[in-house]
């Protein structure tokens, strides 16, 4: 909650206009991509710049971290050279390992177990269109995947009802599930998204097929057929719930154009948001 705080004040001194706060006045970043991103990479790079520090992009080819290089190694390379390393890749062990041998804070861009920073985003924009997170429902309409997975990780911190609606054979990871519930959130895991949306604050959906998982398109949207966020699924949600989608979206696969382009959906709001929570995170682990 002090970093969401964070965002908020940090977030109104930049649509402000003022540029005055520079805390990464002489800082700079290292962002490690092994998969490609546009929201991850600009988000990063433009709020890491407007609070006067400078990124350095590295893309997939750039390093092959695990194959050219160990990531040991990299970790304690780039720590030379930078602050903080922002990194987004596929396996978990990733991550771990970068956190383990870089002396400097390193922050999750994504890895295939979880999306922390997303999850962070759709957390400030829940505060600022519904006013809060406790108690309230929110229900993800699709894939159990990383998504799920921070969902889950931020119901073990604060209270809240979160549902997660998907075809059999795509849930969660179990161990997450039990995290969440453990710490005292309801928590539920159903096949039918009609019976899951009544009365949700938020209904949430994600690409049925990540990256790396393109082979599987044909063969999931079989699957998934009825598990598309359309019109008729919002409206049996109800007239106070938002649409949210982390992006990007198949528009027609897993959720419709009517429906993103609807007054209830805070889909670009939330991309807004990844920058200004992202800004919170690393004035959080800088001590800024």
Same mark, same amino acid.
């Given at each position: 909650?002090?970093?969401?705080?964070?965002?908020?004040?940090? =977030?109104?001194?930049?649509?402000?206009?003022?540029?005055?706060?520079?805390? /990464?006045?002489?800082?700079?970043?290292?962002? &490690?991509?092994? =998969?490609?991103?546009?929201?991850?990479?600009?988000?990063?790079?433009?709020? /890491?710049?407007?609070?006067?520090?400078?990124? &350095?992009?590295?893309g997939p080819d750039d390093i092959q971290m695990g194959k050219r290089e160990e990531t040991r190694d990299v970790a304690r390379v780039l720590s030379g050279y930078n602050d903080i390393i922002m990194a987004r890749v596929f396996a978990h062990q990733d991550i771990l390992d970068l956190a383990k041998y870089a002396p400097v804070p390193v922050i999750n861009g994504l890895t295939d177990y979880n999306h922390p920073c997303q999850i962070m985003a759709d957390a400030l924009t829940m505060i600022e269109h519904i006013g809060r997170i406790e108690n309230t429902k929110v229900v993800y309409v699709g894939d159990g995947n990383n998504i799920v997975h921070s969902w889950l990780l931020l119901a073990a911190v604060i209270p809240f009802h979160f549902v997660c609606a998907c075809p059999k054979g795509f849930e969660p990871d179990a161990k997450t599930v039990e995290i969440a519930r453990s710490a005292g959130s309801k928590i539920e895991i159903t096949n039918d998204p009609k019976e899951a949306v009544k009365g949700a604050d938020v209904v949430y959906t994600d690409v049925w097929a990540s990256m790396g998982q393109k082979e599987e398109a044909e063969y999931r949207k079989q699957v998934f057929q009825g598990f598309m966020v359309d019109e008729a699924l919002m409206e049996m949600a109800g007239p106070k719930a938002f649409l949210m989608h982390c992006l990007p979206a198949e528009r027609g696969v897993e959720v419709t154009d009517g429906a993103i382009e609807a007054p209830n959906s805070i889909v670009f709001p939330q991309a807004e948001n990844r920058m200004h929570a992202q800004n919170a995170i690393m004035l959080h682990v800088l001590g800024a």
């Open positions: 909650m002090k970093i969401l705080n964070r965002a908020i004040e940090v =977030k109104a001194m930049i649509k402000s206009g003022d540029r005055s706060f520079q805390p /990464f006045k002489g800082k700079s970043m290292a962002m &490690v991509f092994a =998969k490609p991103s546009m929201r991850t990479r600009v988000s990063f790079e433009t709020g /890491f710049f407007l609070l006067g520090g400078h990124a &350095v992009y590295l």
